[in-house]
């Protein structure tokens, strides 16, 4: 049985990028499109927010001073990218998918309307949302609070190399001890890095929610489907 019906899974761009120093690791993503397929296949309604870090720092490495807005809208073309990558391979695993955009580009992606994308979910249709919020100044962490609040998702799954949160950066600090559980307020109080402020706040207040967790071990996002503890829980 399956503990959350609908559920957003964020994912990070640098995470496709596998053991590549930029671009998208065909293994890791078709990695990443099995596990979704696994709880696809239990009923549960899947939404996808994925950041594009991956595509967006590889390009600008070698250069700089660009303005911070014409920026922030490179790096919402690389989430559309990414989120035609993994449009790609999950329909490749047989899965019917949408990539919905926050910006026109109707050639490729339908634009994001709320009730459109409720429907693609309650149809069982993969939703991939793209290009965040449409707006600079704001992470693909706010967009991804955002659409889980406007579907409704019952949780915030977010897949990362580590395996929740800790006390400490876990690959910097050998002694970093990993929280099981924690109120938003203890994040807060521990100055504990989730999520930007901006999402973070987002989730406290409209009491969604969050799961950090290893993306990386395979199974671990069906464990967490049918009620499994794994990585670090944050809620009310």
Known sequence: MAKYKRILLKLSGEALMGEQSYGIDNNRLLQYCREVTAIA???VEVAVVIGGGNIYRGMQASSSGID????DHMGMLATVINGLAIQSGMESLGLKTR???AIKMEQIAEPFIRRRAVRHLEKGRIVI?????????FTTDTAASLRAIEIEADVILKGTRVDGIYTADPEKDSTATRFDKLSFQDVISKKLNVMDMTAFTLCQ???VPIIV???NRP???KRIIEGEQVGT???M
């Open 233 to 235: 829980l944050v809620e």
């Open 205 to 207: 207040e409209n009491k």
């Open 219 to 221: 199974g671990n996002l």
């Open 213 to 215: 967790f290893d993306m």
């Open 129 to 137: 949302f793209g290009a965040g919020t449409g707006n600079p100044y």
């Open 99 to 101: 990539l919905l955009s």
């Open 68 to 71: 911070r807005v014409q920026g």
């Open 41 to 43: 296949e239990m009923g």
